[in-house]
């Protein structure tokens, strides 16, 4: 069945460092991608998506393109903030429309 | 995208009772999904709710433990029945709109004593 591996955490930073996020996936078909996030007390949104092959989705300074070849969608930034402290979750959903979820990473930015 | 009403928003529930979670849409939608968060955890997805159709649940999920209403295209409900404390998670609903990528309610926190 499908699934999803993501980079385990939980990641502490400082302030304008770069942050990569790894995650994996494996699916039958051609799935599309997902990066939700999940600030503190809050619920989940949707930070990013893509829906095939090379595709980049970006969204608040965060990237992640979709490569068929190595199965992966890894998140990145360039210079994080401390507000961009939360849960990160990759998922990805196929034809049935489910969303299958990677376990989370935790990330905490220090000023 | 889909703006996504969940209520309540955190209960704290006595053990062998039951509670009834709402999620409303300001939408039509054709699928409506429940997740399941427990402490520390990723998501689960609990069953997928059609309306006209009973819920389709996933593995180690069973309609007697969490019946599921989808009486229209907008609104859904989702009881989690007999509590244990083993319940205590977040529950969310999930729809997605085509473009816009799965919506989420802002989550029911739920604690079973």
């Known amino acids: 069945g499908d699934s999803v591996t993501q980079m385990e955490g939980p990641v502490t930073l400082s302030e304008e460092a770069f942050l990569t996020i790894n995650c994996t996936y494996t699916a039958t078909g051609y799935p599309s991608l997902f990066w939700y996030v999940q600030y503190p007390g809050e619920g989940l949104q949707l930070l990013l998506k893509?829906?095939?092959?090379?595709d980049k989705g970006s969204n608040k300074g965060f990237e992640a393109t979709y490569r068929k070849e190595t199965t992966s969608f890894h998140l990145e930034k360039g210079s994080v903030q401390v507000s961009d402290s939360a849960v990160y979750f990759c998922?990805?959903?196929?034809?049935?429309?489910?969303?299958?979820f990677g376990a989370g990473t935790t990330v905490t930015v220090r000023a | 995208s889909a703006v996504i009403s969940q209520k309540p928003s955190r209960d704290i529930c006595q053990r062998g009772t039951s509670l009834t979670i709402q999620c409303q849409v300001d939408s039509q939608v054709t699928m409506m999904f429940w997740y399941r968060q427990q402490p520390g955890q990723s998501l689960t997805l609990i069953a997928t709710?059609?309306?006209?159709?009973?819920?389709?649940?996933e593995s180690g999920f069973v309609i007697d433990k969490f019946p599921i209403s989808r009486p229209n295209l907008t609104f859904s409900t989702l009881t989690v029945s007999n509590m244990s404390p083993e319940d205590s998670s977040i529950y969310l609903c999930?729809?997605?709109?085509?473009?816009?990528?799965?919506?989420f309610g802002s989550g029911t926190r739920l604690t079973v004593v």
């Open positions: 709710a059609n309306q006209g159709s009973e819920a389709t649940y």
């Open positions: 998922a990805l959903s196929e034809q049935d429309y489910k969303l299958s």
């Open positions: 999930s729809v997605d709109r085509s473009g816009y990528g799965y919506t």
């Open positions: 893509a829906t095939k092959a090379d």
